[in-house]
């Protein structure tokens, strides 16, 4: 499966952005779909994840109450909305997906768009 993702940009501290990850045309139903970040100096991080119908969601407890993770599956696309967004979320965001149940874990993940830079600003 291929993704794309986007929505990234330049944002002022407290603002929102979504994000999202548009799959291959027919290959979407059955993967569950996740997001991950990675900050400068640092190791790609969990952020979000969603099972293939949608009953299943987990995130980060930095993410929680802030974050929403959501998938259209006539569109072939997760989808993440970010509000009161903080400096700390600064990263490159990359969707991810995997065939099967959910997992946090990067390495449980065979597919990876190409990332969207998301800056806050203080």
């Known amino acids: 499966v291929q993704l794309q993702a986007s929505g990234g940009g330049l944002v002022q501290a407290g603002g929102s952005l979504r994000l999202s990850c548009a799959a291959s045309?027919?290959?979407?139903?059955?993967?569950?779909m996740g997001w991950f970040r990675q900050a400068p100096g640092k190791e790609r991080e969990f952020v979000a994840v969603?099972?293939?119908?949608?009953?299943?969601?987990y995130y980060v407890d930095s993410a929680k109450g802030r974050f929403t993770i959501s998938r259209d599956t006539a569109k072939n696309t997760v989808y993440l909305q970010m509000n009161s967004l903080k400096p700390e979320d600064t990263a490159v965001y990359y969707c991810?997906?995997?065939?099967?149940?959910?997992?946090?874990?990067?390495?449980?993940?065979?597919?990876w768009g190409q990332g969207t830079q998301v800056t806050v600003s203080s």
């Open positions: 045309e027919g290959t979407f139903s059955p993967y569950a």
């Open positions: 991810a997906a995997r065939r099967g149940g959910i997992s946090r874990l990067t390495s449980q993940f065979g597919y």
């Open positions: 969603i099972s293939w119908n949608g009953g299943v969601r």
